[in-house]
């Protein structure tokens, strides 16, 4: 496994920057539609344009919300 990269059950993500909208649904269990709905009722992560058409989200956003999920599952 790379040095940059953390594991998240059998994905990684990396340990800083930004991640598109594919290995944020690798990660999380769930479907680019539900996805979109959490965030417009604020359950998920807002995104950060990165450009005009490059959409992603902040890696310590998606560890925060896995962890989040994780304590509600307990």
Known sequence: MAK?????GERTLPK???I?????LQVLPI???S???????GYY???VKLG???TAW????????IDRLSNQSS
């Open 4 to 8: 940059n990269t953390i594991p998240v």
């Open 16 to 18: 800083e920057g930004f």
């Open 20 to 24: 598109r909208l594919p290995q944020v």
């Open 31 to 33: 479907g680019k539609t």
């Open 35 to 41: 996805w979109w709905e959490g965030i417009k009722k």
């Open 45 to 47: 992560p807002a995104p």
């Open 52 to 54: 005009p058409r490059t």
């Open 58 to 65: 902040k890696v310590e956003d998606i560890r925060a919300l």
